[in-house]
């Protein structure tokens, strides 16, 4: 039985996003009060003038439009806080056994001796960095540490935010002294009516970056304790520790198959500690970075390093759906009537396992830059035809 508690699940789950649900409803109903109470005071002192009737329709559909999507979003999570409540039912596919074949006996000459020295040289090699590396995954796969958790992290954080502070009083002076001398000057005149909502949204995103960030941790956390409660599964990293433990038994190609495969093991060691160090490097930089959001030709990058940083923090949701399903390919090794897994099958799993984790971050980022791709080409695609627009109201003018 792989699927043990689907409930357990639900119930993680639902301890973290229903809190957020609720929380937003009724900031939401709070909300839609005052807008509806605002469109309704528009509505009757327009004095029957079209343009702010059809302004105040507009805030009235756009206020219910919201309002019944938070509605929807509620309701949603009802429904599935009461669902799933079957599951699936089956044994997992059995696969081959790769037993060692032993080497006929040899006599008791130069080669035997250097066979024999090679091979316990090897073991002994093995069995001393094994368990480590593969404890030190265990504790990487098991979840992601909090970035504010880190007294390091958060004092550069709140240096940087400082910082970021002072750099976002001189960019609302210079944007106010650009609207103020547009006019004047003949700039480009600015869309106050979105300036001024990225400016607070800014300023308040800024100052609040790592609480943020630590929320979105929370939630990468919660999805993988979810699927980690309704799964009854053989840890991926106790098996491969059983299969060091026995990897003595399987002659010398079998110990080079584990060197190969601690190899990736430890390849894959240095991408944990290095994402680890992305995520405290990401959390002291974020309030820069969304400084230049707020800069019209570094929103782009800004937006990039945000998904990225994203792709960053859910790898590892990733990461332990694919330890999941290679815990059910060890299932298979299992079943019948062996009581351990076959080692040499068990170690190509293990590096097969290996490799697609290894990958996934990369898979992440091909996908993030295939994005770009159609998004300069629908935004070009927009300039030009507003370009022509203007164009043409401009020959019509004259």
């Not at 970035?147 to 609302?172: C, E, G, H, Q």
């Not at 003949?186 to 630590?214: A, M």
Request: with cysteine; glycine share 8%; net charge neutral.
């Amino acid at each position: 039985m792989l699927f043990a508690d689907i409930a357990s699940a639900k119930d993680v789950m639902s301890s973290v996003v229903s809190p957020l649900v609720l929380t937003l409803s009724a900031i939401a109903g709070l909300v839609f009060i005052l807008i509806l109470i605002y469109s309704g005071f528009q509505y009757i002192t327009s004095s029957g003038n079209p343009e702010k009737l059809q302004a105040s329709k507009k805030i009235m559909k756009d206020c219910l439009i919201g309002i019944v999507l938070i509605i929807g979003a509620a309701t949603i999570t009802a429904i599935l806080n009461h669902a799933y409540g079957s599951q699936p039912t089956g044994t997992a596919s059995n696969l081959p056994n790769l037993a060692a074949i032993k080497p006929q006996s040899t006599s008791p000459g130069l080669v035997g001796v250097l066979i024999d020295a090679i091979t316990g040289m090897l073991q002994d090699l093995i069995q001393s960095i094994a368990r480590p590396i593969i404890s030190a995954l265990d504790y990487f796969t098991s979840g992601t540490p909090l970035v504010a958790d880190n007294p390091s992290v958060f004092s550069l954080w709140l240096i940087t935010a400082a910082v970021a502070d002072s750099l976002f009083v001189l960019i609302v002076g210079l944007l106010g002294f650009h609207v103020m001398s547009a006019s004047t000057l003949g700039l480009d005149e600015l869309d106050i009516k979105h300036i001024f909502p990225q400016i607070l949204v800014t300023f308040l995103c800024l100052n609040s970056s790592i609480f943020l960030i630590d929320i979105i941790i929370t939630l990468s956390n919660g999805m993988i304790n979810a699927v980690k409660a309704g799964f009854d599964y053989s840890n991926v990293w106790t098996v491969l520790e059983k299969v060091t433990d026995s990897s003595g038994s399987t002659g010398l190609a079998g110990l080079l198959i584990m060197i190969i495969f601690l190899v990736l093991a430890f390849i894959l060691l240095v991408y944990y500690v290095g994402r680890l160090v992305t995520l405290y490097l990401g959390a002291v930089l974020a309030p820069i970075l969304i400084l230049l959001w707020l800069l019209p030709s570094f929103k782009d990058f800004a937006s990039n390093a945000a998904k990225t940083y994203l792709s960053t923090v859910f790898v590892l949701f990733i990461h332990v759906i694919i330890l999941l399903l290679a815990s059910s390919i060890f299932a298979g090794l299992v079943s019948g009537s062996a009581s351990t897994p076959d080692t040499i099958m068990s170690l190509i799993v293990g590096m097969s396992t290996l490799l697609a984790l290894i990958k996934t971050q990369g898979v992440l980022a091909q996908l993030n830059y295939a994005s770009i791709g159609p998004k300069a080409i629908r935004r070009l695609s927009s300039q030009f035809v507003r370009g022509l627009s203007g164009t043409s109201y401009s020959y019509s003018e004259s």
